[in-house]
C-alpha cells in the first residue's frame, strides 16, 4: 500500500511540472524569460495585402512599432537602421496587460532589398526588438553585405550626457552636451578612428544620423572612452533621445530632457508691452507738434500777470487818487459812430440840456392852465 501511494505521489509531481511545460512551448518559455517574440500569420505576401503580426513577451502597455524592413535577418537585425524600412507604412501598437499584441501591418515594399523582415520594436522606455523573416513578393532580392571582419565595438558602460546649459540656452541658443561612454574591443583586430553616428530624435519620431569620426586606436581586448558631442537646433525643448550607432547596430540610448527657453518667451512679452508703450509716446508728441495754437485773443484770459499788473490788483496797494485835472488830460474817446457834431444830447452850445416845455417839439396837454 505504502508503495502505491508513493508511485502515485511521483506522478503527481511529474505531471503537475511536465504539464506546464507541454502547454508554453518554445513561445512560452521565450515568454517567461522576459525575451519578447513575434510571429506572422503569412511567411509571404505581395504589395498592398497585410499580414497580422501577434507579439508575446514584451513589457504590459509599451508602444511598440512595426515595420517591414529590407537587407535584414534575425541574426544581424536590422542593417543600415529605420533607413532600410518602409517607415510610411509602419504601425503602431500597445501591449496588452499580459505583454501581448495582435495588429494588422500592411505590406509594403522597403528602401532596400530583400532579405526581408517585419522588425518591431519599442518606442519609449527600455529598448527591446524582435524580428520575424519575411519575404515581399515581387521585391528585388540581393544578399546582405559582408559583415566587417576583425575589430568589433561592445558598449561597457551606460551612456550619459555631460554638460549644462547656459545664460544664452535660456535664451534660444543651440543646446548642446558631450556623449560620453566606455566601449572594447572584442574583436581579433585593432579599430582605428572608428567612424560612429550619433541620432537625435524628438518624441516619437526617427532620429536623424550624423557621422562623427573618434580620433585614435583600440587594440583588441582594451577598452577606451568614447566623448562625442551633440548639439540641438535652436530654441529646442521637449523629450530627446540621443543615440549611437557603429557598423549599422546601435549600440546605446540615452534620453535628454531639454528645457523651456523661457527668456524668449520674456523676451516677447516686454517687446509687446515696450512697443506699443513707445508707439504711443512717440505718437502723442507728433499730435502735440502739429496740432493749431489757439487765437491770442481766447489765449489771453489765461495768460499769466505781469508783475506790474499785479502790483496795481493787490488789495493793500494805494494809489495817489484821481483828481478833475487827471480826468480831463485823459479824453474819454467818442464812440465811432457819433461826433461831437451830430451827438443828439449835445446842444448848440455844446451843453447838455433837458427839452423845454414850450419847445417847437412840446406838444401842449389839455388840462393845463
Known amino acids: 500500500m505504502d508503495g502505491k501511494i508513493r508511485a502515485a505521489a511521483l506522478g503527481a509531481v511529474l505531471a503537475l511540472v511536465l504539464v506546464p511545460l507541454a502547454v508554453v512551448g518554445p513561445a512560452g518559455s521565450a515568454a517567461a524569460a522576459g525575451k519578447p517574440a513575434v510571429t506572422l500569420s503569412k511567411s509571404e505576401a505581395g504589395t498592398g495585402g497585410s499580414i497580422t503580426v501577434t507579439g508575446s513577451g514584451w513589457r504590459p502597455g509599451t508602444l511598440l512599432m512595426m515595420l517591414v524592413c529590407g537587407q535584414s535577418v534575425p541574426s544581424r537585425g536590422v542593417i543600415g537602421g529605420t533607413n532600410s524600412c518602409a517607415n510610411a507604412d509602419g504601425r503602431a501598437v500597445t501591449t496588452d496587460a499580459k505583454g501581448g499584441f495582435s495588429r494588422k501591418l500592411p505590406v509594403a515594399e522597403p528602401p532596400k532589398p530583400c532579405p526581408c523582415v517585419v522588425h518591431v520594436a519599442t518606442v519609449t522606455g527600455e529598448k527591446a526588438e524582435a524580428d520575424a523573416v519575411f519575404m515581399v513578393a515581387g521585391h528585388a532580392v540581393a544578399p546582405l553585405p559582408k559583415e566587417e571582419s576583425g575589430g568589433r565595438i561592445s558598449v561597457l558602460t551606460d551612456p550619459r550626457l555631460d554638460g549644462s546649459g547656459g545664460l544664452l540656452t535660456w535664451f534660444g541658443s543651440p543646446p548642446s552636451r558631450t556623449l560620453v561612454l566606455t566601449v572594447g574591443n572584442v574583436g581579433t583586430s585593432p579599430v582605428k578612428n572608428p567612424v560612429f553616428q550619433v541620432g537625435t530624435a524628438h518624441g516619437v519620431f526617427a532620429p536623424q544620423w550624423e557621422e562623427q569620426q573618434w580620433r585614435g586606436s583600440i587594440a583588441p581586448g582594451r577598452k577606451a572612452q568614447i566623448r562625442l558631442p551633440v548639439e540641438l537646433s535652436a530654441g529646442a525643448h521637449g523629450d530627446y533621445t540621443i543615440s549611437l550607432k557603429y557598423g549599422g547596430k546601435v549600440l ?41 495754437r489757439r487765437s491770442t485773443g481766447r489765449a489771453g484770459r489765461h495768460r499769466g500777470l505781469r508783475p506790474g499788473e499785479l502790483t496795481l490788483r493787490l488789495p493793500w496797494a494805494n494809489p495817489a487818487p484821481r483828481t478833475p485835472a487827471d480826468d480831463s488830460a485823459s479824453p474819454v474817446p467818442a464812440l465811432p459812430w457819433f461826433t461831437p457834431e451830430t451827438d443828439p444830447g449835445t446842444g448848440a452850445n455844446g451843453q447838455l440840456s433837458a427839452p423845454h416845455e414850450n419847445g417847437p417839439t412840446t406838444q401842449t396837454r389839455k388840462g393845463h392852465t
Do not use: H, K
Open 252 to 292: 546605446a540610448e540615452q534620453p535628454w530632457g531639454v528645457g523651456r527657453p523661457w527668456g524668449v518667451t520674456v523676451f516677447w512679452i516686454l517687446l509687446c508691452v515696450v512697443v506699443p508703450a513707445a508707439v504711443f509716446r512717440v505718437g502723442m508728441a507728433v499730435v502735440d507738434r502739429v496740432r493749431p
